[in-house]
């Protein structure tokens, strides 16, 4: 089939497999009493789609790769955009959202909807938040979402990360193995070096891999000096985002002295802020026994603005094993009258 007919064929199957969603949501199980191939039926088409879609993309990434530079004119890029991109009624290209699996974040944050799929999300937390789990968490999910996905582990080698991560996550990893989505999620513990870390990522992408979770950015390969560091590895991880339209999620440290004076940014500086997507802070609570509760706070967000400086009180659910909001930050420890009894100032 040559690109033209591919295209035409991809733009048909995009609207029927809307209309046909639509039906289902409308209809429910209903439609299986008069079709009841219905639903087997759009789930190829949305194959077929899925893979004329990546042959259309390869297409084009094929005519940009055999130039230097990978230029094209603007007549070419209106073309791929066209033909590559699915649209809602207004032209704009509709973005994947994929959820974290931690509900105060998704439900707060990002508006119960998740992030882009070609974000760069930044997570800094203190010491002993539980930093681990948390991406553990996170890769989860998206492999539960039929993402493939990958978890870069260099705060702990494999057997101390086996060790010592938590029953929770631990149960995580195993409630995994047991589903189709086993496939969807790959580890791994030596690609630090810089280079190695660059090309594991490409390598990764091209054989599907859509999302990457890097904890942390601290134990990378990479300059001779904390703020070198940064530079080199955020401006390696936000290249590769742009360039190949990945999602990925770098954990990070909370300066001592800036948690301190609740000055919200990252060990190493601020280019991690700066050039991320999204940007959440996690604190423990100074003087609260209960050690299930947390401060999030999203300092920067360009996927939902309106949740930018967000804080919120979140605690771990025992009994739900969920992260939930208990208040606003600005609701929180205030005495039976309404009086304030601590206060956080999110400086700049």
Do not use: W
């Amino acid at each position: 089939m040559i690109i033209n007919e591919k295209v035409d064929t991809y733009r048909e199957l995009i609207g029927t497999i809307s209309e046909r969603q639509n039906v289902e949501l409308v209809l429910g199980n209903k439609i299986l009493a008069s079709s009841p191939t219905y639903f087997e039926d759009t789930d190829k088409m949305i194959i077929k789609k899925n893979i004329l879609g990546k042959d259309i993309a390869e297409y084009y990434d094929r005519a940009r790769t055999g130039r230097v530079g990978m230029y094209e004119d603007v007549t070419e890029f209106l073309e791929r955009m066209d033909n590559t991109m699915e649209k809602d009624e207004d032209g704009h290209v509709l973005q994947k959202y994929y959820k974290l699996g931690i509900q105060a974040i998704d439900d707060e944050f990002f508006n119960g909807k998740g992030v882009f799929s070609n974000a760069f999300i930044a997570i800094g937390a203190d010491s002993g938040v539980g930093k681990t789990t948390l991406a553990l968490n996170i890769i989860s999910s998206f492999a539960r979402q039929g993402v493939k996905s990958q978890f870069f582990s260099f705060e702990m080698g494999d057997v101390q990360f086996f060790n010592e991560i938590s029953p929770e996550a631990k149960n995580k990893l195993r409630s995994i193995v047991k589903t189709e989505y086993a496939e969807n999620l790959t580890l791994d513990f030596h690609s630090r070096d810089i280079e190695d870390l660059a090309n594991s990522i490409q390598t990764r992408y091209r054989d599907g891999v859509k999302a990457f979770v890097i904890d942390s950015y601290l134990s990378i390969y990479a300059g001779h000096d904390e703020f070198r560091k940064m530079k080199e590895v955020v401006d390696m991880l936000a290249t590769l985002k742009k360039e190949l339209g990945i999602l990925i999620i770098l954990i990070g440290q909370i300066s001592k002295s800036d948690s301190f004076n609740e000055i919200y940014d990252f060990h190493g500086g601020n280019i991690l802020k700066y050039e991320s997507d999204v940007a959440i802070f996690i604190k423990l609570l100074e003087g609260e026994e209960d050690t299930t509760k947390r401060l999030m706070h999203c300092e920067k967000n360009r996927i939902f603005e309106e949740n930018a400086k967000k804080g919120i009180i979140t605690e771990y659910n025992r009994d739900t094993h969920k992260i939930e909001k208990l208040c606003n930050v600005k609701d929180y420890a205030r005495d039976k009258d309404g009086k304030e009894l601590r206060k956080f100032n999110f400086k700049k």
